[in-house]
């Protein structure tokens, strides 16, 4: 590994990170293209409530299944990243754009499920290509490509909010932009000067990622904040709308514009936290923020049924420390991990953090059927706490432990 480049700052890094995190922001507006669309396909499809959140939580089990076989394949770490990027958005994109012909939701949700499959092979390859070009200051590369990430992920909902696309053009609008994304890494992004290590074909690592102390606690706190990250994105605006109702207030597209807000504010929050596990520790900062995100979880129902302002400026400062985290999660991964393996510890860790997302997107309508909306993401409030825990165990583990300055 060129060491003395990396400290000095390669040459082209910075074009490298704008164009791959172009790339993310292209490509992940497949992952919740069809959730800006529900209320169009309820009414064609004919869809039960249970069959419509389907849609979503399909791509999340998707994802997941993608991810294992990755990991078991060590795909991220045999295939150049590039390619695995090529290959994902291509497949991505077929199958979000084949949802015009699907006609019922059955048809939907599998051809959802391949979506999320293939976007398997997006996101964690794009997270170690970029690795290659950082070292230094690595915390918050990787943060502002998990805030590409989520300004893709939020832009369905600004579509929903602006209103008046017939879902066709919304579904073949994303299915474009994925493509292009996935064109942009192959050609115009380059690997960087220090690559990880060749690695070859051997299953065996699947089992040994978690055996490395270091690995498994950054995972514990990964886990953690998964457990609260996407039933937030996928309820918050179905709970703002209630919490509107409630005050007598109509709906409109209030709820899509400020469930916008909320997620899109996370870019900002992606970069700080970036900056913060760099300066400050990445330990420090994901403790920070999964304390106080963990703590919006219980203050936001508090506040069901108040100002819709006052509930906004809370989801938004929400919106901002529960995806502040995420990259120095896997910047930890990136430095802690056998370095021949990383693509493959990386998938990993997101695959089970995303087993956790399907769970708690499923439980939330329980649990707000029991218990109503105003406390409904209470529920969500130990996984932070836990992820704190995790975090705190981290930093105190002794030097050698932990491999990489930045992590305290």
């Known amino acids: 590994m060129n060491c003395n480049a990396l400290e000095e700052g390669s040459p082209g890094r910075w074009q490298m990170l704008v164009l791959l995190a172009l790339t993310l922001v292209l490509s992940m507006t497949t992952w919740f293209s069809a959730s800006a669309v529900i209320p169009q396909l309820r009414h064609e499809w004919h869809l039960s409530n249970n069959a419509a959140a389907w849609l979503t939580i399909a791509v999340q089990l998707g994802f997941v299944c993608g991810a294992l076989v990755s990991s078991f394949l060590n795909v991220s770490d045999i295939v150049s990243p590039k390619h695995v990027i090529l290959g994902g958005t291509i497949g991505a994109a077929t199958a979000n754009g084949l949802l015009e012909l699907a006609g019922a939701g059955d048809i939907g949700i599998a051809l959802r499920f391949a979506t999320g499959f ?12 970029m690795a290659t070009w950082f070292r230094r200051g690595r915390g918050v590369a990787l943060g502002i490509l998990v805030g590409a990430i989520v300004l893709g992920q939020a832009m369905p909902h600004l579509i929903n909010g602006l209103g008046g696309l017939d879902w066709r053009v ?35 690592q699947v089992w040994r990622v978690f055996a490395n102390r270091g690995v498994r606690l950054a995972s514990f706190g990964y886990f953690g904040h998964m457990w609260e990250l996407f039933a937030m994105y996928a309820w918050f605006m179905l709970f703002f709308s209630e919490a509107l109702v409630a005050r007598g207030t109509t709906v409109g597209s209030a709820a899509a514009f400020a469930t916008f807000a909320v997620i899109a504010v996370g870019a900002l929050g992606c970069w700080v936290g970036g900056i913060l596990g760099d300066r400050w520790g990445r330990t420090r900062t994901t403790a920070l923020m999964m304390a106080i995100s963990g703590s919006c979880c219980i203050l936001i129902g508090l506040l069901f049924g108040s100002s819709p302002w006052l509930l906004l400026i809370v989801g938004l ?4 420390t529960v995806v502040a985290d995420s ?82």
């Open 170 to 204: 919304v579904i073949y609008m994303t299915s474009a932009l994925t493509l292009i994304g996935g064109l942009i890494a192959e050609f115009a992004v380059k690997e960087g000067p220090a690559p990880f290590p060749t690695a070859t074909f051997d299953p065996t």
């Open 317 to 320: 400062v929400w919106g901002f």
């Open 327 to 408: 990259a120095q999660f896997s910047a930890m991964v990136t430095e802690l991990a056998d370095q021949s393996y990383v693509g493959t510890a990386l998938t990993l860790q997101l695959a089970v953090g995303f087993i956790l997302t399907i769970v708690t997107i499923w439980l939330i309508p329980l649990v707000a059927d029991a218990f109503g909306w105003r406390w409904v993401f209470a529920f969500l409030a130990p996984g932070p706490a836990l992820g704190v825990l995790a975090m705190l165990r981290l930093k105190s583990l002794p030097e050698s432990a932990r491999l990489a300055g930045g992590i305290g």
């Open 118 to 129: 293939f976007l398997a092979g997006v996101y964690p390859p794009a997270l170690k290509l």
